[in-house]
């Protein structure tokens, strides 16, 4: 970013800083996805953090309490001009530069050790849209390709009577998870296994939560350089996208109790994965995203495809 397009970002007020951000953001093209979706969001986080103020800051102009037109200094407008050229030279993620990501309402560290969290999966544990699925029974909860420990997290405030073991094959991401863990006073509750896929989780497990890398071949060769920044090992899946789930439908079954659920998160890849697996019967669960990204499959169905599909 030149110095002429950093002075274009200013604004005497919150509200007029954020727009010219936003424009700055859209002059550049920078792509969104993690943890926003648009510019004039992403502006708003990025300038709201930089002057200290809460991320849920009201910005309706005349609203009760609006600090849409709060005063800004001529320091304090270098100063979020400088995180926007930041942000706009280096292509990574907001979160990158925040060192925090926001997953339904909580706080999480994050650093480039880990993938920016961004699963759907924790709108269904907050929201209890999957707490019918689960036996009376559920104690064990695994969180596969844990990241930074975040749906770990949410699934032990989500479940008070479990236990919960976040497991990764990076021992970077773990690091990061373990500040997560401490950071909401988890240790009790939270377990962190390093583990390449299932085997160092003999289990049994009650519930199985993963959102593991499945973004195929010829969509990681395309992906914008905020995607290139994040870990690849969280994000390459293979041909198909779905290495790394055959391989976990494989060894699942044999570490599953009766009555168990899975749920899984596949992206934008539903296509390969009905041609992956298309005798699997499952469950596409509605999120904000629609109802193609996360999907559940139950004990009784995987180890019943699993008897009669496998080897693969």
């Not at 970002?9 to 509200?15: L, N, P, Q, R």
């Not at 709201?48 to 320091?75: C, I």
């Not at 976040?166 to 021992?171: E, H, K, P």
Request: hydrophobic fraction near 45%; include cysteine; aromatic fraction near 8%.
């Amino acid at each position: 970013m030149s110095n002429s397009t950093t002075s274009q970002i200013s604004g005497a007020t919150i509200a007029a800083l954020i727009a010219s951000g936003a424009q700055a953001l859209t002059a550049a093209a920078v792509a969104f996805g993690h943890g926003t979706a648009t510019a004039e969001d992403e502006a708003a986080w990025l300038t709201l953090w930089k002057l200290g103020l809460p991320l849920d800051s009201e910005l309706t102009p005349g609203a009760p309490e609006s600090v849409a037109d709060q005063a800004v200094t001529k320091e304090q407008q270098a100063q979020v001009a400088m995180l926007f050229e930041e942000r706009i030279r280096t292509r990574k993620p907001a979160a990158y530069l925040t060192r925090e990501a926001w997953l339904v309402g909580v706080p999480f560290y994050v650093d480039e050790r880990s993938i920016v969290p961004r699963s759907f999966i924790a709108e269904l544990l907050a929201d209890g849209s999957i707490d019918g699925w689960l036996s009376d029974k559920t104690l064990q909860v695994l969180d596969l390709c844990t990241g930074n420990g975040s749906l770990a997290c949410l699934a032990a405030m989500a479940y008070p009577e479990v236990s919960v073991t976040g497991a990764d094959i990076s021992q970077d991401a773990l690091a990061v998870a373990r500040i997560n863990v401490d950071k909401h006073g988890l240790q009790q509750r939270v377990k962190l296994v390093e583990s390449d896929g299932l085997s160092q989780l003999p289990g049994p497990w009650d519930l199985v939560l993963c959102n593991p890398p499945y973004v195929n071949a010829d969509s990681m060769s395309k992906l914008p350089a905020e995607y290139q920044a994040e870990p690849e090992l969280a994000l390459a899946g293979g041909r198909d996208g779905m290495d790394f789930i055959r391989q976990l439908f494989q060894d699942l079954p044999a570490r599953l109790n009766k009555e168990a659920v899975v749920i899984l998160e596949i992206g934008n890849e539903k296509p390969f994965f009905e041609a992956a697996f298309p005798d699997l019967p499952v469950f596409w669960l509605d999120t904000s995203s629609g109802d193609e990204q996360v999907l559940l499959i139950t004990e009784e169905a995987l180890r019943h495809w699993s008897n009669h599909d496998l080897p693969r």
